[in-house]
């Protein structure tokens, strides 16, 4: 009998103010401040992408968050993954994921992602201009986990695999010495929770395309958006009408090839560990970097229907619990990459979503 795949989203919770937003950005800076803001740059783009049929929501409401998860349910959606915040104690954007696990009727199964980055002004977790940074040590280590284990993997909604909390790291390279907090981290799980264990996976971003000794994490979480801006567009080879749309400035604007990122991720082989596929409807972040954002060309609600019609097609569950697919993003909406219906694909992709996933 062939085993159910379960559809996870990444979701984003920028979508309330802070106060410490309000004071980097402005008062009442949300992710719609640069959503709305956004300007087309060349001809043919199309920026910026509005929201129809969610609105501009405020994931502080439980009833913006229940219209969230009813939508993704519909669309055949199972779980949404939410990126997590954590700087030695202090959590930003949490007040949506605190508000979650107060609304106890919002049945949409979660698990998290620990966003392991410095925040900076430029978007990107690099070193420049540094808003808030991560500094490790030890003893935060476990005292993050122990606050995961008191106050979120108790939750009857959070994914586990085998009773294991699933725990997303989206940067473990940054961690001084990973192996020693993943062994931390087992340690307290086991010994001082009740819990069979934590499953722990690694996000193949960045620099983790070449990955480490495989053997540390319970699974590896490909990340889509990374393969779909992974090569640049050789304009040479384009068509006149390709140059067109392109635009005169064309040099000066950093243009992806989405259709060759999905290509690639198509061919990839199978590998000898257990990896957790992803796919990302779209690419283009010129709503936060302006001129200096980077536009991943040739995605469509077809082509993204066709990789993840491939992926699902593919993918053999490793177990009865180990059976996630990705799909990033569900609400990126500043990085142009959101499954939630906009002014010009409606809800297109979410359509393409359900059809995928019902091949």
Known sequence: MKRKIKPIAFVLPQFHPIPENDAWWGKGFTEWTNVTKAKPLFEGHYQPHLPTDLGFYDLRLPEARQAQADLAKAY??????????????????????????????????????WANENWTRRWDGKEHDILIEQNYNLDDDKAHMRWLCENVFSDERYIKVDGKP?????????????????????????????FKGIYICAVESFSSFILPEFNVFDGIVEFGPHRVIKHKLN????????????????????????????????????DKYKLYRC????????????????????????????????????????????????????NEWAEGNHLEPCIKYGTAYLEATKKALDL
């Open 76 to 113: 055949g959606i199972e779980g949404f993954c939410y990126y997590h915040y954590w700087f030695n104690g202090k959590r930003l954007l949490n007040q949506p994921i605190d508000g979650m696990l107060q609304q106890k009727d919002l049945e949409m199964p979660f698990m998290l992602c």
């Open 166 to 194: 699933v725990f997303l790291v989206y940067r473990y390279g940054l961690l001084p010495n990973y192996k020693v907090t993943i062994s931390i981290w087992r340690d307290i799980v086991k010994n001082e929770f009740n």
């Open 235 to 270: 304009y040479k080879a384009q068509e006149k009408w390709y140059l067109k749309l392109l635009g005169v400035n064309k040099n000066k604007r950093d243009f992806r090839d989405f259709k060759k990122g999905v290509k690639e991720s198509i061919a990839r082989r199978e």
């Open 279 to 330: 796919v990302t409807p779209s690419w283009d972040n010129t709503a936060r970097k302006g001129q200096k954002g980077t536009v991943a060309l040739g995605s469509s609600p077809e082509l993204y229907c066709e990789w993840l019609s491939y992926i699902v097609k593919k993918f053999k569950p490793f177990s009865t619990d180990e059976n996630f697919v990705f799909i990033n993003a569900m």
